[in-house]
């Protein structure tokens, strides 16, 4: 698989921002989505916001809509995740994952099978 990596993590005051990005071994990610989830202590790992490089279409959790905002640089070849609005419950390990589409779209940001090591995200 495709080798991810994360920046951006770091501690922040409720209503700020933190930009987080994701880079990869080769390029294209090795397929076609690239997502971002997250998983805080004790709790279930969350899908946040998936992008389908090949038609720039997205995907955002009802708990990140409005506020996080996924997109490509394409002369970088990274992927962000813009978080605006933080609030104490964004607290967490934020990761980003890769896959292939699957009959023509891209499946839910948990079964990707790329995953990169996580930042953490504080908010407080």
């Known amino acids: 698989h495709v080798q991810l990596v994360e920046s951006g993590g770091g501690s922040v005051q409720a209503g700020g921002s933190l930009r987080l990005s994701c880079g990869a071994s080769g390029s294209i990610y090795g397929g076609a989505c690239v997502g971002w989830l997250r998983q805080a202590p004790g709790k279930d790992r969350e899908g946040l916001a998936v992008?389908?490089?090949?038609?720039?279409?997205?995907f955002y959790a009802d708990s990140v809509k409005g506020r996080f905002t996924i997109y490509r640089d394409t002369a970088k070849d990274l992927v962000y995740l813009q978080m605006n609005g933080l609030k104490p419950e964004d607290t967490a390990m934020y990761y980003c994952?890769?896959?292939?589409?699957?009959?023509?779209?891209?499946?839910?940001?948990?079964?990707?099978?790329?995953r990169g090591q996580g930042t953490q995200v504080t908010v407080s």
């Open positions: 994952a890769a896959d292939q589409l699957y009959g023509g779209s891209c499946r839910d940001v948990l079964d990707f099978p790329a």
């Open positions: 992008l389908w490089l090949g038609g720039a279409q997205t």
